[in-house]
């Protein structure tokens, strides 16, 4: 056996939402580098980037898994999940990363997009956990691993409230099922992104420079997230050994944006 707390080698993880360009896809190539075999789930209008992401995974030598599917439609979830296991035989790690954001005032919000939003961020998240979790239970051994948000604590700057909902939720759900699922040796715990740049969600943000220059102003780090280094070290800490005392939690991944 490794002595290595981070080593992933054997394991196998599915990350949601981790076609190439957004922050699931870092992850999941940060499961990859530890050893893991990683299955990827997106919408099969995503499924270019998915392949993508695939192969940079195989390039690490483990296995990688494409499997198309709706994480808002428990049907979808199902077969999904259904289609790894049949693969891999059990799934050790879960990662949900998709998401949408909506940035619209709540008053021009209507009910169709705020129920998009929580369906996505929130109930997906609750779905794919709700569906994985009964073969980590079965064996009493899991890690789960959500993405909320820095604004699951706080408001931002810009109109985005069905998302600050969705990913306040998304924190909460952690808790409870953390508070469900101890017991049985199955961690979850959140990680809380502050703005990552470029992704495929903040890419529109090239087109205000003040606004960029302006973010990474309010951290204490002084610059924005890179995607494909600053997720890698927390997402391999909650997926291994080295996070076995850590459940519950909320770690910001924010470059301190909510110290102050």
Same mark, same amino acid.
């Given at each position: 056996m490794s002595t290595n707390l981070f080593d992933l080698s054997g394991a196998h993880a599915l990350v949601t939402g981790s076609g190439a360009g957004g922050l699931g896809a870092a992850m999941a190539i940060a499961l990859a580098g530890a050893g893991a075999d990683v299955a990827v789930l997106e919408l099969e209008s995503g499924s270019e980037r998915a392949e993508q992401t695939a #192969?940079?995974? %195989?390039?690490?030598?483990?296995?990688? +898994?494409t499997v198309s599917g709706n994480v808002a439609h428990q049907a979808s979830v199902n077969r999904a999940v259904a289609t790894i296991e049949e693969r891999w035989g059990h799934i050790d790690i +879960? %990662?949900? #990363? #998709?998401g949408i954001m909506l940035r619209k005032p709540s008053v021009e919000t209507d009910i169709d997009e705020w129920q998009h939003v929580m369906d996505v961020n929130l109930t997906g998240t609750w779905l794919v956990s709700n569906r994985v979790a009964p073969g980590m +239970?079965?064996?009493g051994y899991g890690r789960v691993i959500n993405v909320a948000s820095q604004y699951a604590q706080l408001a931002g700057p810009m109109p985005e409230p069905a998302y600050y909902a969705s990913k306040g939720g998304v924190a909460n759900l952690t808790r409870g099922l953390a508070s469900e699922w101890g017991s049985r040796g199955i961690t979850v715990n959140c990680i809380a992104p502050g703005t990552f740049y470029p992704t495929a969600?903040?890419?529109?943000l090239a087109e205000d420079p003040d606004r960029l220059t302006w973010m990474s102003s309010r951290t204490l780090l002084g610059r924005l997230g890179n995607p494909a280094a600053d997720l890698s070290g927390p997402t391999v800490f909650l997926a291994s050994e080295a996070s076995a005392y850590v459940t519950g939690a909320l770690i910001p991944v924010d470059g301190g944006?909510?110290?102050?």
């Open positions: #192969a940079r995974i %195989v390039d690490h030598g483990v296995e990688s +898994l +879960l %990662v949900n #990363a #998709a +239970l079965e064996r969600m903040t890419r529109p944006w909510t110290s102050w």
